[in-house]
Structures are given as C-alpha cells and as structure tokens.
C-alpha cells in the first residue's frame, strides 16, 4: 500500500490484530511517490516460537519440579512420623520459587475436619483464608473436597472455580496466587491427609504436574503407612484394642448366614482394595459357604483349603469395604478376629505412641464398630522378633506376599491344601511367577536361618 503525503521514519514492527485473529508484520518505507506499507502474515511462525517458548518454559519448570520431589521422596524414605512426613513436604514446596506456598492437613480426632499440621512458603492473606475456611461449614476448600473423595482436585484460576470459597480467591488475588492443587495422601483405600499447593498464573499445573502429584500422594500416603508399621514393629509395648463388630461387616453376615463360628488366621492385602482372608469355619460344612457368600456383596471369590465333616479352611477374596483392611493401612496389626452368628469381636495391636485415639475413632466412624477397650501390653525383645525383623528387610514386598498366601492357603502342608496353580490365580499371576518368587523368598529365609545359626555357633 503506497500513501502521498508528508515524509514518515520508516519503521517496522510486528502486531497482533484480535480483529484478524493474525499477527502481521508491518513494514513502513518512504518512498518518492510517498510512503509505502507492506504486510506479511507472520501469524505461524509467531504461534510456532510461541509453542517453543511455551516448551522450555515448561521443561525448566518440569525440572524444577522434579528436583524438589525427589528430595521429597528422598526424605519421606527414612521419616519416622507423620508430623516430620507433613514437615517435609510443606517447607519443600513453600521454598521452591514456583509456588508460593504448600500446606498439610489431616482429619481431626473424632469429626471430619482437617486440621493444619505443617505450612511452608509465604501468601499471609490466602493462607489466613483458607484457614478460616475450614472452620466454615457454608463452603468445602479444595482440600476438604480432596480428602472426603481421595481425589485430586484444581483450580485454574481461582476466581472461576465456584467451589472455591469466595474469601480464598479474593485473598488469593490480592497476594497473586490464582491457582491451587489440593492432593490427597492416599494408600489403599484409606487417606491419611491432604497436600494443598498454590502457586501465581491462571494454569500453574499442566496435565504432566498433575499426575506427578498424584505420585507424591501415594507415596506420601505409603510413607505415612510405612512409618505407623514401623513403630509398631520397633516398639516394645503395644496398645491393644479390642472392638465389636456389628452386623454389617462381610465376616459377620457370613457367619450369621452359616450360623456358625469364624476364626480369622491371616489377611493379605490383594491389589489397593481387596483383601485374601484366610478363615477358619467351625460347626458348619465347608461347602455351604459358596451359597452362602453368593448372598453377601462384597466376597467375589471363595475356595475351600481344607475341610472335614464339621469344619475346616477357607480363602475368601473380599472386596467390600472392611475394617481389616483399613486397620492394616492405618499401621495397625489385626492379633485376633472372630465372628459368631452375625457378630465379632476385633482385637488390634497399635504402637503406644501413634495415633490410637485416632485411629479408633476413625475405624469406629466409618465401619459399623465400637470401640470397647484399651490394654497397654509389653513385648518382649526376642530372638526371633530379631530375626523376622532382619528377613523382612531382605524379601521384597512381592515375595512377602507370596511366601505369606502360599504358607495361610497351606501349600508347604503334606498332603497340600492349595497347589501352585490355586495359590497363583488367587495372586492373579502365572504358576511361573509363583514359583520364582517362592524360590527367592526361600532362599532368603534359609540364608537368613542358617547364617543366623552360623553366627551362634561361632559365638559359642
């Protein structure tokens, strides 16, 4: 295009025209006629280095991101309580310079609101609001939301999130935080808290950030299960608590079902919500409880290991929810469990300083039981505690698993109450898995016995 008129400086710009929805670049040039503009649609190659751009800055940040949570999970390896897990994680993501700042919250004692155990990173006014937030029951946080589903959930931006309370976007605005994360601590099928991050930009975690977290969750949720086992099995005194259960649970209503009596002798947790539950059946045939169980929703599989005319062995797979599993992920030991015509009685061993009231009160509200006694035991310091303290240490989760379910099915038994072939399908693995997990753990346990003899009888 070529204009008359007085002289122009010649220039040359590039613009984005919303109009047009392009990027032109513009290019003015005096000329003896007047002043002529050229235009070219540059409009790809902007979006193109835009998407470059949009790359690095992504990969720097993905880079960051990375960095601090393996320190996160460097630490959570040897951290032996949850309050130093919640410390952690909240100081590790409040002083990254990607987030402003990075909460931990859990259920309180007896009721369903979070309270705050650790925070990290400064944003006075957001943090104060959702603070305040909790204590209102007119509006549920991200994080209230997250741990009541086990779910993540986000907000980018804040302010057009309706869930998110009103007083927490607006403080939000006023510090430049207009994102948030709120990631449940999760393992199995219990959540053991919340993580709430929140950082400035109206889409501060892409899809890959996400999944990343929900990583960190589980395995800050494995840490916090790891940590409870831990102080269970180190302890020397245990708290020991006994329950009764209602007719609610799948156990109950099976020995109603049977009229009869049932005596668990071991659980292995199968999968993130299913249980192998070894039972044994007293004054009832065996083979009644397949019509039985095909009643009761929740047991999906059930096979006989040994039977006699008046009672004998079963393996139940239970997939409803259960206090035995739950109890199990909260770092509690189920020491006995029995069930008589359509009610039972729990007994659960628990580390004397962790969270017995809490963990009562939890089992106690989400399962149909009540809570009847606590007994503080000693537990003496024995050899072979030693020993099973050290084999544990030196088997793999999968050969625990299967050395466990093929010993509670009777597979070293002579003659056997499960072949191969049964104990691997109740694993949902090949016979030839089976077997070379078997061959492992049992090296083990034999270089662990017989190293162990050796050793004494040196000493001797």
């Known amino acids: 295009m070529t204009f008359e008129g007085d002289s122009l400086t010649e220039m040359s710009f590039e613009e984005y025209y919303p109009d047009l929805e392009r990027w032109l670049d513009v290019s003015v040039a005096s000329t003896d006629e007047g002043v002529t503009v050229y235009l070219q649609d540059v409009t790809e190659r902007r979006r193109y280095e835009q998407s470059i751009e949009q790359l690095r800055t992504e990969r720097k940040r993905t880079a960051v991101i990375e960095d601090v949570l393996s320190e996160i999970l460097a630490e959570l390896v040897g951290a032996t309580s949850r309050e130093e897990i919640a410390e952690t994680i909240s100081r590790s993501l409040g002083d990254a310079d990607i987030y402003e700042f990075a909460w931990v919250g859990e259920r309180e004692i007896g009721s369903d609101d979070l309270v705050i155990h650790a925070v990290g990173g400064e944003a006075d006014k957001t943090f104060a609001a959702v603070r305040d937030s909790l204590d209102d029951d007119a509006a549920k946080t991200l994080e ?3 741990i009541e589903s086990g779910r993540l959930q986000s907000a980018q931006p804040l302010a057009d999130n309706h869930q998110v309370p009103e007083s927490v976007w607006t403080a939000g605005f006023a510090d430049g935080v207009q994102s948030a994360l ?11 808290g919340v993580v709430g991050v929140y950082a400035a930009g109206t889409e501060a975690f892409s899809d890959r950030e996400r999944t990343t977290f929900e ?5 800050a949720g494995f840490a916090v299960t790891a940590a409870r086992n831990r102080n269970l099995l180190l302890s020397d005194t245990v708290a020991e608590l006994t329950f009764e259960v209602g007719d609610n649970s799948v156990l109950s209503k099976l020995s109603q079902s049977l009229d009869s009596t049932l005596l668990l002798e ?3 947790p199968h999968g993130d919500d299913a249980l192998l539950c070894f039972v044994s059946v007293e004054d009832a045939d065996v083979r009644a409880v397949e019509d039985a169980v095909a009643a009761i929703d929740g047991i999906v599989e059930t096979r006989a290991i040994r039977e006699s005319d008046s009672d004998g062995t079963i393996e139940l797979t239970v997939q409803a929810s259960t206090p035995l599993l739950a109890i199990s992920s909260l770092g509690g030991t189920i020491r006995q469990a029995n069930f008589d015509s359509g009610s039972g009685q729990l007994v659960v061993e ?7 009231r809490r963990i009562a009160d939890t089992v106690s509200r989400d399962y149909d039981m009540e809570f009847v006694a606590k007994e503080e ?21 999968r050969q625990q698993t299967v050395l466990q379910t093929a010993y509670l099915a009777d597979y070293f038994e002579s003659p056997r109450g499960s072949t191969a072939e049964e104990v691997a399908a109740s694993l949902d693995i090949t016979g030839s898995t089976l077997l070379y997990h078997l061959r492992a753990g049992q090296r083990k346990l034999l270089d662990a016995y017989l190293g162990e003899n050796t050793e004494r009888s040196e000493d001797r």
């Open 377 to 397: 035991r000693e537990r003496s310091v024995t050899t072979a505690r030693e020993f099973r303290d050290a084999l544990n240490d030196a088997l793999t989760e």
């Open 215 to 219: 990583t960190l969750g589980e395995v």
């Open 266 to 268: 071991g659980l292995v």
């Open 144 to 146: 209230e939301r997250a």
């Open 182 to 192: 709120a990631i449940p601590l999760v393992y199995g099928s219990n959540v053991h």
């Open 350 to 356: 628990l580390p004397p300083d962790g969270d017995v």
